[in-house]
């Protein structure tokens, strides 16, 4: 990963570069978790990993951060891709890349409670409504390519 990166700086040296990590997590009803940014975006729940975080521990914070799910079972990683970040009005932001890896999780836990500020709103839904309610074309068609594994 860090080599893809280091890779995309040399090519664009303008641009800042992130990697985040987040997660589908699926509930026993088969719904997973979107949340709703204050910016008015829909998105999985995910975020930088930080300096000493392995993508999992990542994964596994910004979900509690976003949601407030701790319970997680944690099966695979379903992939990652590249998209550029969210302005604070629900843009793309041209001159910021992230690198987003996706985990799949399980919950017995349905109860949502966002402790992050940034986040108005944490809802479960069925993963092919989730398609729909992503505002990211990039974060739509992940979610698209990876519904067979879910």
Known sequence: MRETVTKQK???????????AGGVVLNGKGEMI???????????????????EDRTEAAR?????E???MDLTYSCILGSYTRYS?????????????RITVLLFTTSETVLRPADPRIREARW??????????NSP?????????LSKL
């Open 10 to 20: 040399q090519a664009i040296p303008h641009m800042t570069y992130r990697n985040d």
């Open 61 to 65: 914070r910004e979900i509690a951060e």
């Open 67 to 69: 949601s407030g799910v």
């Open 138 to 146: 990039k974060d739509q068609e992940f979610l698209t390519s990876v």
């Open 125 to 134: 839904v069925k993963p092919t409504e989730a398609v729909t309610m992503l």
């Open 34 to 52: 979107l949340v709703l940014q204050q910016n008015g975006v829909w998105s999985l729940p995910k975020g930088k990993i930080e300096e000493g």
């Open 86 to 98: 969210i302005d604070d009005r629900g843009r793309e932001d041209k001159k910021s890349l992230k």
